[in-house]
């Protein structure tokens, strides 16, 4: 063939809902019918044969387990929020994270969900709905309009970044680049990749402004170095004039950021061809929590 797609088998992993299901009772009902063992980075996560097809099972139709990559699973575990903080997802539809947030912090706090596209806040809502968590207040803002100055605002403690990306680091998406005519559109896709980059920035150093925030993520589902590495060298500067390190998410996590900056084997990358998709995770901190908790 000309185009070889690469063979890997992925297990399938399910995100156990801890709002209404624990990992045992999950680990035990799913047992009966299928190979399934706890992960061993993620206590909240099973894995299942690769294959696995659990897109009708009852636990998943009635919002006990999230069928949920390992990667996306990590991020929320990175921002580490604790119970009774209030967090910011800034670009939160469907609302995958929003919901493991929520799950993390055991119904105590205040979780707020900021998404753009109109479109978009039905799915959120309804994820909300069915993850059963009831201090999620949806908002339907550009998160660069929010005022990180405003009363309601004053007690965020982290931010959750995971903003619209190329998606480069899916299979689906890898697959199309595999395409002939997709490879003619390169200028297309700089020009593509240049403006999602810009946003990506733009919305990082927005989320510095906020007055309480400790700790923040900022994740893609994108390979591309200029939504990822490059992001985090340009907004660095400014992240330490506001008191923010970056530190180390998963330290046991082999797969680092590239190696274009000092500093940057503190960022985390998940590779397509070992992991399966290409996700991307870095996490700033300040105020002396300066360390990766929970981890
Ligand atoms: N975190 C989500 C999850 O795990 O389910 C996925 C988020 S998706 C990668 C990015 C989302 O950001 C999209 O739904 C998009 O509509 C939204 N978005 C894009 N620009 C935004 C903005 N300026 N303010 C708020 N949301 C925005």
Same mark, same amino acid.
């Given at each position: &063939?000309?185009?070889?797609v ?20 999950a @680990?035990?009902?799913l047992?009966?019918?299928y =190979?399934?063992k ?5 206590p ?5 044969p690769s /294959? =696995? ?11 006990r387990i999230?069928?949920? /990559?390992k ?5 929320a575990?990175?921002l580490?929020p ?7 997802d ?5 609302g ?10 055991r119904?105590?706090?205040r979780? %707020?969900?900021c998404?753009?596209n109109k +479109? ?11 993850s /059963?968590?009831?201090? %999620? ?5 550009? *998160?660069?309009?929010i ?6 605002y004053?007690?965020?403690?982290? %931010? ?9 680091? =899916? ?6 680049? @595999?395409l002939p005519?997709?490879?003619?559109g390169?200028? *297309?896709?700089m020009?593509?990749?240049?403006k ?6 733009k919305a990082?150093?927005?989320?510095f ?13 994108s ?7 490059d ?13 923010f390190?970056?530190v180390?998410?998963f330290?046991?996590w082999?797969r ?6 000092e /500093?940057?084997?503190?960022l ?7 992991d399966g998709?290409?996700? *991307?995770?870095?996490?700033? &901190?300040?105020n002396? +929590?300066?360390?990766?908790r929970?981890?």
């Amino acid at each position: &063939a000309l185009y070889e797609v690469p063979d890997i088998s992925v297990p399938r992993y399910v995100r156990v809902n801890t709002l209404k299901l624990d990992v045992d009772s999950a @680990l035990l009902a799913l047992s009966k019918k299928y =190979t399934v063992k706890k992960d061993e980075l993620l206590p909240d996560l099973l894995v299942l044969p690769s /294959g =696995t097809d659990l897109h009708d099972h009852p636990l998943v139709k009635n919002g006990r387990i999230f069928l949920q /990559g390992k990667a996306s699973s990590m991020v929320a575990p990175a921002l580490a929020p604790e119970p009774g903080w209030e967090v910011l997802d800034a670009c939160a539809a469907p609302g995958n994270k929003t919901v493991h947030l929520a799950a993390l912090m055991r119904r105590k706090g205040r979780v %707020i969900a900021c998404e753009l596209n109109k +479109a978009r806040i039905k799915r959120l809502k309804e994820t909300i709905t069915l993850s /059963g968590a009831s201090n %999620i207040e949806v908002l339907n803002e550009d *998160f660069l309009n929010i005022n990180p100055k405003a009363p309601s605002y004053s007690k965020v403690r982290a %931010i959750l970044l995971d903003p619209s990306c190329s998606g480069s680091g =899916t299979a689906s998406s890898r697959l199309d680049h @595999l395409l002939p005519s997709k490879a003619a559109g390169q200028d *297309f896709d700089m020009e593509r990749l240049n403006k999602l980059a810009i946003f990506q920035r733009k919305a990082l150093q927005h989320a510095f402004s906020f007055p309480a925030v400790e700790r923040i993520v900022y994740s893609t589902c994108s390979i591309n170095q200029i939504e990822n590495e490059d992001v985090i060298m340009c907004v660095l500067p400014m992240a330490e004039s506001y008191g923010f390190q970056l530190v180390t998410p998963f330290p046991q996590w082999q797969r680092r950021g590239l190696p274009v900056f000092e /500093g940057s084997e503190q960022l985390l990358r998940t590779d397509p061809a070992v992991d399966g998709e290409g996700f *991307f995770i870095a996490l700033f &901190a300040r105020n002396g +929590a300066n360390s990766a908790r929970m981890n």
